[in-house]
């Protein structure tokens, strides 16, 4: 078994294995990070900041994992770390001094609003 390495800064925080329920999901502009369940003998003192890394990008956790009691002594985790992306997320993007504007979406989308802009302007 894989064994999944949770990080505080430089220091190790927690180890679990993991199994093929965790994965890897990254889609442009969209998705970029690793979903993971995994178990513990004992409650895990995960916290928002903690991450992981694979290759050389670190995955952060940026909510709380989703525990689960099985008895006394299994706990299930079920947590979400995301890539650096999603720091973007705290962020506020201005457009001709607005905050507030219409550019969103997938990258098809942003093809067919540049397709529906160009045939406007011809």
Excluded at 49 to 60: A, F, L, M, R
Excluded at 65 to 75: A, D, G, R
Excluded at 76 to 102: H, I, V
């Amino acid at each position: 078994m894989t064994e999944l390495t949770i990080l505080r800064g430089i220091e190790e925080v927690a180890s679990a294995y993991i199994d093929e329920s965790t994965g890897f999901i990254k889609k442009l502009m969209a998705d970029h990070k690793v979903r993971s369940e995994f178990y513990s003998s004992a409650p895990l003192s995960l916290q928002l900041g903690d991450h992981i890394v694979v290759g050389s990008t670190n995955y952060s956790l940026n909510r709380l994992p989703e525990i689960q009691k099985i008895n006394n002594q299994t706990y299930k985790y079920s947590a979400e770390f995301e890539g650096p992306e999603y720091g973007l997320y705290n962020k506020l993007f201005m457009y001709d001094g607005l905050t507030e504007f219409d550019y969103t979406g997938t990258p098809a989308d942003s093809k067919s609003r540049n397709c529906d802009l160009e045939s406007y302007h011809n």
